[in-house]
C-alpha cells in the first residue's frame, strides 16, 4: 500500500501537468486564430478601400475622359461659331457700306420727292392748299436737320406721301372762306376725292362747282342746290347714301370747257 500510493500520486502529477501544458497550446492556438482572423478583416478592409479607391480612380478617369472628349467637341464648335462669325462681319460690314451708300442716295431722292409734292400740290385742287404747303414746307426744314435720322427723314416722306394718296378716295366737307365775284363768303366746300370741289352758301342758295383749268369758282343752276346740299348731308354722315347726279366739268378742248351732269 506505500509503495502503489507514491505512484499513484507520480501518475496523477504527470497527467495534470500534461493536461496544463496542453490548456496553454490550445489558448495560444486560439489566439493564434483570433490574431489570423483579425489581420484578415484588418486585410480584408484594406483590400475593401483599396479597391473604392481605385474604383473612384477609374471613375475619376472616365469623368476626365468624357471632359476632354467634350472639350474637343466644344473646341470645335467655337472654330465653327468663330468662322461663322467672320463670315457675318464681312457680310455685317458690306451692308453697313451698303446702307451709307443708301443712305448718301436717299437724302437727295427725299429732296427730290418733297419738291415733286409740292409741284402737284399747287397743280392740284386747291383744298387745304394752305396747310398742305406748310406741310411740305416743314417738311423740307426736316430733310435739312442733321439730328433726324434718315430712316425718320424716309417715314415722314412716305407719310405725307400717303396722306396725299388717300385724297383720291374719300369725300369731305369743310368750312372756308371764299371771295366770289369781289365778294368773300363762308361757304360749305364739298371734296369728292380728287375729281370734284363743290362749294355752297351756308342758307344753301348759292353753289359753285370750282374750274380745275381756271381754278375759279363757276356758278351752277339752282337744280344742283338740293343734290349738293345732300350729297353734303351724307358725307357729314346725318343721311343715308344713295346716288346723287351732281355737276362736273370736261374739257373739250384747250380753250373751252363743257358742263356736264354725272351720278356720283
Known amino acids: 500500500m506505500h509503495i502503489i500510493t507514491p505512484l499513484c500520486l507520480l501518475v496523477s502529477l504527470f497527467f495534470m501537468t500534461s493536461s ?5 497550446l490550445l489558448q495560444e492556438s486560439f489566439d493564434i486564430t483570433h490574431k489570423t482572423q483579425k489581420m484578415g478583416q484588418d486585410s480584408q ?6 479597391a473604392k479607391q481605385q474604383q473612384e480612380l477609374l471613375q475619376q478617369y472616365q469623368r476626365l475622359l468624357r471632359k476632354t472628349e467634350y472639350q474637343k467637341e466644344y473646341n470645335q464648335e467655337l472654330l465653327l461659331l468663330k468662322e461663322e462669325q467672320a463670315t457675318s462681319i464681312v457680310t455685317l ?18 429732296r427730290e420727292m418733297t419738291k415733286t409734292l409740292e409741284q402737284f400740290i399747287q397743280l392740284d385742287l386747291p383744298f387745304h392748299k394752305e396747310n398742305r404747303l406748310m406741310g411740305i414746307n416743314d417738311l423740307k426744314k426736316l430733310l435739312s436737320r442733321s439730328s433726324v435720322t434718315i430712316t425718320e427723314k424716309f417715314r415722314r416722306v412716305m407719310a405725307f406721301y400717303q396722306a396725299e394718296n388717300d385724297y383720291n378716295y374719300d369725300l369731305e366737307v369743310y368750312r372756308d372762306n371764299i371771295i366770289l365775284n369781289s ?6 366746300i364739298l371734296r369728292v376725292g380728287r375729281n370734284a370741289l363743290y362749294m355752297q352758301t351756308l342758307d ?3 353753289s359753285a362747282l370750282l374750274n380745275k383749268h381756271t381754278q375759279n369758282w363757276q356758278m351752277l343752276n339752282n337744280e344742283f342746290n338740293r343734290p349738293i346740299q345732300k350729297a353734303i348731308r351724307i358725307t357729314e354722315q346725318k343721311a343715308a347714301p344713295s346716288l346723287l347726279t351732281l355737276p362736273y366739268l370736261t374739257s373739250l378742248d384747250h380753250s373751252s370747257h363743257e358742263l356736264n351732269k354725272g351720278e356720283r
Open 93 to 110: 460690314q458690306q451692308k453697313i457700306e451698303d446702307v451709307k451708300l443708301t443712305k448718301q442716295q436717299l437724302l437727295p431722292l427725299l
Open 204 to 206: 344753301g342758295q348759292l
Open 45 to 50: 478592409q484594406v483590400v475593401d478601400k483599396l
Open 183 to 188: 365778294e368773300s363768303l363762308s361757304v360749305q
Open 20 to 24: 496544463h501544458a496542453e490548456q496553454n
